[in-house]
């Protein structure tokens, strides 16, 4: 999935988004993998002692990091159609999709304040948004996950699915309604949409608080 984002990423991180090409109206973030859409880092990785030597991690981060970005300002709309576990890194991945539907076997969660950390990259902000304060306060304080009814009935995701074909018929119907639609002003919505979204500032706040020595201590 990393790699597909990049493939339609600029070619360097400060280079501007070209929109003289051709951008894909739609692009469905899906997984073949039963049960499993997309999961968190192995939390080792923010332990006091890093299980992989410090670049490797450092480049971890930053692709994800650096795919969350592209997701919010490539002029293409991200569905995240989701059948499976999507916790930590997958949920952040998730609420950053200017959609996301779930099917039956859905389980999100935001997993790290119970492994002695917080969820960065736009994470806690995001669920604000989609759920307003007291309700997100209620899964993120306990780490709770819950599956794809009562996320849709939260605001966590936008439907819930009873079976998976239910869940592809109806991604299928939105992106194919999308693609007879002009590219420029899906474009522009999507532009005035995010603007009501999480600030850079708030997204860069949610990243400085991973991994701070409070947590840290919580892990040795």
Same mark, same amino acid.
């Given at each position: 999935?990393?790699?597909?984002?990049?493939? /339609?990423?600029?070619?360097?991180?400060?280079?501007?988004?070209?929109? @003289?090409?051709?951008? #894909?109206?739609?692009?469905? &973030?899906?997984?073949?993998?039963?049960?499993?859409?997309?999961?968190?880092?192995?939390?080792?990785?923010?332990?006091?002692?890093?299980?992989?030597?410090?670049?490797?991690?450092?480049?971890?981060?930053?692709?994800?990091?650096?795919?969350?970005?592209?997701?919010?300002?490539?002029?293409?709309?991200? /569905?995240?159609? /989701?059948?499976g576990i999507a916790t930590g890194s997958g @949920?952040?991945?998730?609420?950053?999709?200017?959609?996301?539907?779930?099917? #039956?076997?859905?389980?999100?969660?935001?997993?790290?304040?119970?492994?002695?950390?917080?969820?960065? @990259?736009?994470?806690?902000?995001?669920?604000?948004?989609?759920?307003?304060?007291?309700?997100?306060?209620?899964?993120?304080?306990?780490?709770?996950?819950?599956?794809?009814?009562?996320?849709?009935?939260?605001?966590?995701?936008?439907?819930?699915?009873?079976?998976?074909?239910?869940?592809?018929?109806?991604?299928?119907?939105?992106?194919?309604?999308?693609?007879?639609? #002009?590219?420029?002003? &899906?474009?522009?919505?999507?532009?005035?949409?995010?603007?009501?979204?999480?600030?850079?500032?708030?997204?860069?706040?949610?990243?400085?608080?991973?991994?701070?020595?409070?947590?840290k201590r919580l892990h040795t």
């Amino acid at each position: 999935m990393y790699d597909f984002v990049q493939s /339609i990423a600029p070619a360097a991180p400060d280079t501007d988004v070209n929109f @003289n090409i051709t951008w #894909p109206k739609v692009v469905i &973030l899906s997984s073949d993998i039963e049960h499993f859409w997309v999961g968190s880092y192995d939390i080792n990785l923010l332990g006091p002692t890093d299980k992989l030597d410090a670049a490797t991690t450092t480049k971890i981060f930053t692709e994800t990091i650096q795919t969350s970005a592209l997701i919010r300002s490539l002029p293409s709309t991200f /569905i995240a159609e /989701i059948n499976g576990i999507a916790t930590g890194s997958g @949920n952040e991945l998730l609420v950053t999709c200017d959609m996301s539907f779930a099917g #039956p076997d859905t389980v999100v969660g935001m997993i790290e304040t119970a492994a002695g950390n917080t969820e960065g @990259n736009g994470g806690v902000a995001y669920m604000v948004r989609r759920m307003g304060m007291h309700r997100a306060a209620e899964y993120l304080l306990p780490s709770q996950s819950i599956g794809a009814a009562e996320a849709a009935e939260a605001g966590w995701v936008n439907r819930a699915y009873g079976s998976a074909d239910e869940l592809t018929s109806a991604v299928d119907a939105i992106a194919n309604r999308m693609a007879i639609l #002009p590219a420029g002003s &899906l474009n522009a919505t999507k532009v005035a949409i995010r603007s009501f979204g999480p600030s850079q500032e708030q997204i860069n706040a949610d990243l400085a608080s991973v991994n701070q020595p409070e947590c840290k201590r919580l892990h040795t």
